[in-house]
Nanobody, 121 residues
Framework: QLQASGGGSVQPEGSLRLSCVVSGITFGRYAFSWYRQVPGKGPEWVSGLNDDDSGPRYSDAVKGRFTISKDFAKSTVILQMTALKPEDTARYFC????????????????WGQGTLVTVSS
């Protein structure tokens, strides 16, 4: 199970920290990603990392502003978002891959409900 939280409303240039608590699996054995989706559009990949917290990757839209990490003590995938823009407004959800090394071409096999982020002045 993947449970995301931390969303909310924030002004442009603000920050938010999203958390995805993972349960029911061995957290340290799998790669994870964050996706986002707005109504009427397909999911957009945002960021991901390997099983051991290495190899973080980011979409061009968020590179330099977002940071992904794993908290092994809490079985949580974190997305620290800074310098938020109105175009970052979306529902953000985390996904798990059935592999250790991140490969966004592979279909994820578990995902959560997500948390809503709204960036507006």
């Amino acid at each position: 199970q993947l449970q995301a939280s931390g969303g909310g409303s924030v002004q442009p240039e603000g920050s938010l920290r999203l958390s995805c608590v993972v349960s029911g699996i061995t957290f340290g054995r799998y790669a994870f990603s964050w996706y986002r989706q707005v109504p009427g559009k397909g999911p957009e990949w945002v960021s991901g990392l390997n099983d051991d917290d290495s190899g973080p990757r980011y979409s061009d839209a968020v590179k330099g502003r977002f940071t992904i990490s794993k908290d092994f003590a809490k079985s949580t995938v974190i997305l620290q978002m800074t310098a938020l823009k109105p175009e970052d407004t979306a529902r953000y959800f985390c996904v798990k891959y059935p592999v250790r090394i991140l490969d966004v071409k592979i279909h994820y096999d578990a995902w959560g409900q997500g948390t809503l982020v709204t960036v507006s002045s």
